[in-house]
């Protein structure tokens, strides 16, 4: 898997506008890595920012992950994504918003899980359909 570039509030500037494909969002009290970030971009390149344990506020991270900033997350599920995105909910206070594309491709396997099995999973599926040719992607 690729490496993990960790952004904080002193290199943010450096990540500004990723070509974002799928992202997750935790709250700060949500189970596993509370007020993480991960972005995962169109090249499959894997990036990590905390907005609840560290100096980053929220609006660096909207910066650098555009489509978060018109999410809005309620306390089971996504309520509202921008248009082209779509949300699932991965458990304990975890979500995970795709693109269409992504989404298409793998919601008949993750939706058939429940939450807490979604969030162990759903980054090995992204980066694989994401490091695939375009035109065989596809999840058996």
Not at 9 to 14: A, F, L, M, P
Not at 15 to 22: E, G, I, P, T
Not at 105 to 117: F, G
């Amino acid at each position: 898997m690729e490496e993990v570039v960790f952004i904080n509030e002193k290199n943010y500037c450096d990540y500004l506008n990723l070509h974002v494909a799928a992202f997750s969002f935790a709250y700060g009290g949500a189970q596993g890595s509370g007020g993480e970030i991960i972005v995962i971009t169109k090249e499959s390149h894997i990036y990590r920012m905390n907005y609840a344990f560290s100096n980053m506020r929220i609006e660096m991270c909207y910066e650098v992950c555009p489509p978060l900033k018109d999410c809005i997350l309620g306390t089971f599920n996504v309520k509202k994504t921008p248009d082209g995105w779509k949300g699932v909910n991965l458990g304990a206070g975890n979500f995970l918003v795709l693109e269409d594309s992504l989404y298409d491709l793998t919601e008949h396997v993750l939706l058939k899980y429940p939450p807490y099995m979604r969030y162990g999973m759903w980054m090995g599926m992204v980066v694989y359909l994401l490091m695939s040719e375009k035109n065989e992607r596809k999840i058996i």
